[in-house]
């Protein structure tokens, strides 16, 4: 079992669209929960990092955390076409452990 | 403010050969982690370079190794190269020793032919 599961996709939405993305892990150690955004043979970029439970609210995205049942969200509200990319969460302690991926498509 | 930056952008090589990849960090970050992508999955954890030191490391073999230098610059060299070490090579740098906010570089995207 991989220590963060995340559905590779690829997801469709419309623009204007509501996303939400999600993970689960399995690493209770977990201290650490970070969400990137990655283009297309780019380096990933950190767009939220949260170590606690609850909602963080960051413009157009809220990172989730659930420690209880080790589930991690992230909602993108208004969705736009520049949002297409995929996006990486990640659990980290002593290490970051990263998800495959999670391939988003916004169309117009 | 400079950003992360890794040289060479892309490098081929032959299975066998050694390889030389350099990151600089963002400017105040003392530490450097290094990643390895392959296509179509998520970074995988090599090793954390902190106050010169290897202090975390992936489960990657002793083909993999690393420098950090005293401006905490930092090298991943790989020796005897496999088709299988063909990936995007990710170096992330922070501040203080274990995770914390990581900021990635564009990566090296090593090709083993």
């Known amino acids: 079992q991989k220590e963060v599961e995340q559905d590779p996709g690829p997801l469709s939405v419309p623009e204007g669209a509501i996303v939400s993305l999600n993970c689960t892990y399995s690493n209770s150690a977990f201290q650490y929960f970070m969400w990137y955004r990655q283009y297309s043979r780019k380096g990933p970029e950190l767009l939220m990092y949260?170590?606690?439970?609850g909602n963080k609210e960051d413009g157009r995205f809220t990172a989730q955390v659930d420690k209880s049942s080790k589930y991690i969200s992230l909602f993108i509200r208004d969705s736009q076409p520049s949002d297409s990319a995929t996006y990486l969460c990640?659990?980290?302690?002593?290490?970051?452990?990263f998800g495959t991926g999670t391939q988003l498509k916004v169309e117009l | 403010d400079a950003g992360v930056t890794q040289s060479p952008t892309h490098l081929i090589k032959t299975r066998g050969q050694q390889v030389t990849l350099r990151c600089s960090p963002k400017s105040g970050h003392d530490t450097v982690s290094w990643y390895q992508q392959a296509l179509g999955q998520g970074p995988q954890f090599i090793f954390q370079y902190y106050e010169e030191e290897e202090r975390q490391r992936g489960n990657f073999p002793d083909r993999f190794s690393g420098h950090q230098f005293p401006n905490y610059s930092s090298e991943l060299n790989v020796n005897a190269l496999l088709l299988g070490d063909s990936a995007l090579y990710l170096c992330?740098?922070?501040?203080?020793?274990?995770?914390?906010?990581?900021?990635f570089g564009p990566g090296t995207r090593l090709t083993v032919t």
């Open positions: 992330a740098s922070s501040l203080g020793q274990g995770t914390h906010e990581q900021y």
């Open positions: 990640g659990g980290g302690g002593n290490k970051l452990t």
């Open positions: 949260t170590y606690s439970s």
